[in-house]
């Protein structure tokens, strides 16, 4: 992988502010990691194969941060597929795709998640009514993070 490759890679992974970045090219590996530090070059590590990476639970006794609202409906849970950033329409001119109340089907675009400046439509994998949204319209979400309860 050349170089330049590699800065573009890093400039995305530090302005996107996502955590981490993993790109395979034949066989090469590249994992960028974002030390959250506002410097521009996050940490670079090549790996063949990548090592396992074990995460450390934090002790019983630190506070947590502020979690998502809980679903309290039951139903199916619409998840996100990324880590990005939530909205509910196309601009801020547009309707909302989805509204608490509307009835949904399969393919039917829920939500945007704007992810590295590329907008990917979450479509709805049920069929039903959209009883809860649990995210607010511009707030950041992460993979599998729970964005709609559909019955």
Do not use: H, W
């Not at 074990?54 to 979690?67: F, G, I, L």
């Not at 547009?94 to 399969?106: E, Q």
């Amino acid at each position: 992988m050349d170089l330049r490759k590699l800065k573009t890679l890093i400039d995305l992974v530090s302005e996107s502010g996502i955590s981490e970045l993993e790109v395979n090219e034949g066989e090469d590996r590249v994992r960028i990691v974002n030390a959250g530090a506002p410097a521009p070059a996050g940490q670079m590590v090549y790996a063949n194969p990548a090592p396992a990476q074990v995460m450390q639970s934090a002790p019983a006794a630190v506070a947590a941060p502020v979690a998502p609202e809980e679903p309290v409906e039951t139903g199916f849970v619409a998840r996100s597929p990324m880590v990005g950033t939530f909205y509910r329409a196309p601009n801020p001119e547009s309707p909302n795709f989805v509204n608490i109340g509307d009835t949904v089907k399969v393919g039917q675009t829920l939500c945007i998640i704007e992810a590295m400046k590329l907008l990917n439509e979450i479509e709805s994998e049920k069929d039903g009514v959209i009883k809860q949204i649990l995210c607010e319209n511009g707030q950041g979400v992460e993979f599998d993070q729970p964005l709609f309860i559909i019955a």
